[in-house]
T-cell receptor, first 115, second 112 residues
Framework: SAVISQKPSRDICQRGTSLTIQCQVDSQVTMMFWYRQQPGQSLTLIATANQGSEATYESGFVIDKFPISRPNLTFSTLTVSNMSPEDSSIYLC????????????FGPGTRLLVL | GQNIDQPTEMTATEGAIVQINCTYQTSGFNGLFWYQQHAGEAPTFLSYNVLDGLEEKGRFSSFLSRSKGYSYLLLKELQMKDSASYLCAVSPSTDSWGKLQFGAGTQVVVTP
C-alpha cells in the first residue's frame, strides 16, 4: 500500500485568487493523477501528472486553469488558477504504485470553497 | 460517448446481502474497479476485475462480464459501517489503467 498526503486539507479562497495543492507519496509510484469531485458528484479525471514534462489533460481541462508540476516520482502539485465559485470542489491526487499492482490509491483530498 | 451507469441508492438491513450493478460503455477496457467512499473521505479500493468471472474478497465479491459490459459488487452480511457510496470505475486506456472513468456512485444505506 501507500501513504498519500495532501496539503492543504481544506481552504476557503476568494474569487480570482489561486491555490496550489501538494501531493506527496511515501512509495515508489509510476503514475500520478489529479481528480476533481464536485459537490454531490463522482470523480472526474483532470490530468495525468508526468514527471519532468507537461501534464496530459483530459477533455475540458486546460493547463492555464490547472497547471500541474511533478518534479520527481513521489511529489506533484496542482494549482487552481483564477478561482470562481464553480471551482469549489474536492481535489484528489491518486497514484499507481511501481510493481504493476492493479490498484490505484487516492489521497485524502483537498476541500476547496471559493467565495 | 462513454457511459457508466449504476443505481443512485439502495437500502438494506443489517446482516442482509446487497448487489450493486454497473453497466458500462467505454471506448476501451483495461479493467473495472470498485471503490467505497464514506462521506467526507477519499475513495478506498475494494476490487479489480479484468477477466470475466467472480472475484471474492471476504464479505465483498465482484463479478465481471466483458461481453455484456456488466459488473456487480456483492456485499454480504451487511454491517452498519458499510453505509457508504460505492463507485464503479472503468479503466478505458491501454497506456495506463490508472486513468479511471467513474460512475455517479450508489449510496448504500444499511438500516438496523
Amino acid at each position: 500500500s501507500a501513504v498519500i498526503s495532501q496539503k492543504p486539507s481544506r481552504d476557503i479562497c476568494q474569487r480570482g485568487t489561486s491555490l496550489t495543492i501538494q501531493c506527496q507519496v511515501d512509495s515508489q509510484v509510476t503514475m500520478m493523477f489529479w481528480y476533481r469531485q464536485q459537490p454531490g458528484q463522482s470523480l472526474t479525471l483532470i490530468a495525468t501528472a508526468n514527471q519532468g514534462s507537461e501534464a496530459t489533460y483530459e477533455s475540458g481541462f486546460v493547463i492555464d486553469k490547472f497547471p500541474i508540476s511533478r518534479p520527481n516520482l513521489t511529489f506533484s502539485t496542482l494549482t487552481v488558477s483564477n478561482m470562481s465559485p464553480e471551482d469549489s470542489s474536492i481535489y484528489l491526487c491518486s497514484v499507481e504504485l511501481a510493481g504493476g499492482q492493479e490498484t490505484q490509491y487516492f489521497g485524502p483530498g483537498t476541500r476547496l470553497l471559493v467565495l | 460517448g462513454q457511459n457508466i451507469d449504476q443505481p443512485t441508492e439502495m437500502t438494506a438491513t443489517e446482516g442482509a446481502i446487497v448487489q450493486i450493478n454497473c453497466t458500462y460503455q467505454t471506448s476501451g477496457f483495461n479493467g473495472l474497479f470498485w471503490y467505497q467512499q464514506h462521506a467526507g473521505e477519499a475513495p478506498t479500493f475494494l476490487s479489480y476485475n479484468v477477466l470475466d468471472g467472480l472475484e471474492e474478497k471476504g464479505r465483498f465479491s465482484s463479478f465481471l462480464s466483458r461481453s455484456k459490459g456488466y459488473s456487480y459488487l456483492l456485499l454480504k452480511e451487511l454491517q452498519m459501517k458499510d453505509s457508504a457510496s460505492y463507485l464503479c470505475a472503468v479503466s478505458p486506456s491501454t497506456d495506463s489503467w490508472g486513468k479511471l472513468q467513474f460512475g455517479a456512485g450508489t449510496q448504500v444505506v444499511v438500516t438496523p
